[in-house]
T-cell receptor
């Protein structure tokens, strides 16, 4: 079983839709959770960074962490064509330098 | 803040030659930098952890004599792919954490697309 599971998609939505992206994980020691956006031929860009369970909102983006279910989500409201990218989840424990990444979900927002 | 610059963004080289990729933290110091490799539709694969002033730590299966890493200063790490072969063609991405804080997130460069002909 992989440490982090993420549906690769592709996911296609109309402009203005609410997008839900998800990852599940198996290691209960994970405490820090991140979402990255990666455009084609570019490096990942940090979108959200959260610690432990709960919600965090930043503009149109909301990150949710449910540690009891080992499940994290990223919601994008009022999606725009410029949101079309691959979204990677990542997580780590309290110690060490090891980050664990999902395989990424490819999102296309259709104008 | 937390900008990581990577150069070049793409390079084409002939088989058997060496290629150097630079990774710089522009507005912060990074005692540790990380080098990843990314294959299409696959997760980021950590190759090695670059430590300023000391030897890099390589992940299992990564040849340290092929992928030479040097971290000469708090803002610069380099990855040299030696005697490149077509199977080394890939997308290489560096990353760093602000101030080396244990629980700060990774900030990535824009990657280098290497094509070996």
């Amino acid at each position: 079983q992989k440490e982090v599971e993420q549906d690769p998609g592709p996911l296609s939505v109309p402009e203005g839709a609410i997008v839900s992206l998800n990852c599940t994980y198996s290691n209960s020691a994970f405490q820090y959770f991140m979402w990255y956006r990666q455009y084609s031929r570019k490096g990942p860009e940090l979108l959200m960074y959260t610690y432990s369970s709960g919600n965090k909102e930043d503009g149109r983006f909301t990150a949710q962490v449910d540690k009891s279910s080992k499940y994290i989500s990223l919601f994008i409201r009022d999606s725009q064509p410029s949101d079309s990218a691959t979204y990677l989840c990542a997580m780590k424990g309290n110690t060490g330098n090891q980050f664990y990444f999902g395989t990424g979900t490819s999102l296309t927002v259709i104008p | 803040g937390a900008v990581v610059s990577q150069h070049p963004s793409w390079v084409i080289c002939k088989s058997g030659t060496s290629v150097k990729i630079e990774c710089r933290s522009l507005d912060f110091q990074a005692t540790t930098m990380f080098w990843y490799r990314q294959f299409p539709k696959q997760s980021l694969m950590l190759m090695a952890t670059s430590n300023e002033g000391s030897k890099a730590t390589y992940e299992q299966g990564v040849e340290k004599d092929k992928f030479l890493i040097n971290h000469a200063s708090l803002t610069l790490s380099t990855l040299t792919v030696t005697s490149a072969h077509p199977e080394d063609s890939s997308f290489y991405i560096c990353s760093a954490r602000v101030g080396g804080e244990n629980n700060s997130p990774l900030h990535f460069g824009n990657g280098t697309r290497l094509t070996v002909t």
